[in-house]
């Protein structure tokens, strides 16, 4: 059973997403609020693809997709994003590629094989949940919208490097596989649990190179801040450092995906959040690539992209 959207919007950010529900704090209320609504949407959708797969669950995935397609619904939490997206003007069509990439994930295994299809999917989870969450910001510039879908494409790299061992648990591999030596999740799955296993190291060793190409969509989001109005740009700044500290705890462990879920504590998302009020968020220092268009090449022909 789908939840009804609006009612509930706030209750599922608080409860499933931590950090953004931070992060909301320092968003104005109705932005908050609105903004809420859009990762209720998203989070009901993603929880259809997650773990309990089912041919019902994959039914209704579809059906979603075409309601978004011909706007007309009978599923309450389709209808509340479909007033959201009517009120805020929200691309529909980056919603439908949301929902796209959630039936590619509906299946019994999925294992990424190169970089380039990686990015695609980051984009089609997250970078697509960036491009509609800009205008409720209320920034509609083109390079805020490009920003947005780097930023969400970094967040999605964190979430794929913070949960390897759960992906794995669920017969999953995001990492690419020219990466880990084409390795299975099951492999992966019996790595984490041989304390001599070398390949640990081969997974290890992607992590980290996940969180450095990460870091490149940070760098790159972080050009399109000044393009968020004010009122609404600190809140996305926290966001976007409190997720990249995931990232960051991940490589003082050394990488140890073997170890499970990291977290950042309460304590440490203040302390971040007093950085970015500071003007001193370590995302801000980060070295974009010489070449930033470089990042948006495997997002060609997407909807939104640069």
């Not at 690419?176 to 790595?191: E, M």
Request: aromatic share 8%; proline share 5%.
């Amino acid at each position: 059973m789908i939840p009804a959207g609006k009612s509930d919007a706030a209750t599922t950010l608080k409860r499933n997403g931590k950090s953004f529900w931070f992060a909301s704090l320092f968003l104005p209320r109705q932005v908050a609020a609105d903004a809420a609504r859009l990762y209720a949407f998203c989070r009901t959708m993603d929880d259809l693809a997650d773990v309990a797969v089912t041919p019902e669950s994959k039914a209704t995935l579809s059906q979603v997709r075409g309601d978004l397609q011909s706007g007309v619904t009978s599923i309450p939490a389709v209808q509340d994003f479909l007033a959201l997206a009517s009120q805020y003007r929200l691309p529909c069509e980056a919603a439908q590629y949301l929902i796209a990439t959630f039936i590619q994930d509906a299946t019994t295994e999925l294992h990424l094989e190169e970089e380039d299809q990686l990015v695609r999917y980051c984009y089609g989870v997250a970078g697509t949940v960036g491009l509609m969450m800009s205008p409720i910001l209320g920034a509609h510039r083109r390079q805020a919208s490009e920003a947005a879908i780097h930023l969400g494409i970094a967040m999605q790299m964190t979430n794929i490097a913070r949960d390897v061992l759960e992906d794995a648990k669920h017969h999953r591999r995001y990492l690419p596989g020219s990466w880990v030596q084409h390795l299975t999740a099951q492999q992966i799955l019996d790595a984490s649990n041989s304390s001599a296993s070398h390949k640990r190291e081969f997974v290890a060793s992607a992590v980290l190179r996940l969180l450095d190409l990460a870091d490149c969509y940070y760098a790159s989001a972080s050009l399109g801040f000044s393009s968020i109005p004010p009122r609404a740009r600190r809140g996305i700044e926290i966001a976007a450092a409190v997720y990249r500290e995931i990232g960051t705890v991940l490589r003082r462990k050394h990488c140890a995906w073997w170890h499970g879920r990291v977290r950042v504590s309460l304590p440490r998302k203040l302390w971040i959040a007093l950085q970015v009020y500071l003007g001193q968020s370590q995302i801000q220092r980060l070295r974009a690539p010489a070449r930033v268009d470089s990042l948006s090449q495997p997002l060609a022909g997407l909807p939104g992209a640069p």
